[in-house]
């Protein structure tokens, strides 16, 4: 089993950047995990943003993000990155990390493909 702590959520103004961290402990530096960011609105069912292969670093964008957001492994073991760029109102949410194991591409977007998740960080986008 795998434990995401995510961290790096916080209060910005519409355009403004913000990069969140995923750190995980064990084995997710193993071949066979993937790495997913979703978020979750008020009111709105749970979606993906986007998620990584470990070890290929093959990467899937909501659309909603793509372009703006970049999903990537840190520097730090086992830890995986989601830079935020052009913020928007819209993306204001608990923004999860989860992780999972053998997930085929058609599935990297689906939350119920992920075993283990993280308590949350809040993203709130505001002026």
């Known amino acids: 089993q795998v434990q995401p702590v995510e961290s790096g959520g916080g209060l910005v103004q519409p355009g403004d950047s913000l990069r969140l961290s995923c750190a995980t402990s064990?084995?997710?530096?193993?071949?066979?995990?993937?790495i997913g960011w979703f978020r979750q609105a008020p009111g709105n069912d749970r979606e993906v943003v986007a998620a990584i292969r470990w070890s290929s670093r093959t990467t899937s964008y909501a659309d909603s993000v793509r372009g703006r957001f970049t999903i990537s492994r840190g520097i730090a073991k086992n830890t995986v990155l989601l830079q935020m760029n052009s913020l928007k109102p819209e993306d204001a949410a608990v923004y999860y990390c989860?992780?999972?194991?053998?997930?085929?591409?058609?599935?990297?977007?689906?939350?119920?493909?992920?075993?283990?998740w993280g308590q949350g960080t809040q993203v709130t986008v505001s002026s």
């Open positions: 064990g084995r997710t530096s193993s071949s066979h995990y993937t």
């Open positions: 989860a992780a999972g194991t053998g997930i085929v591409l058609s599935s990297i977007r689906n939350y119920a493909s992920y075993a283990d």
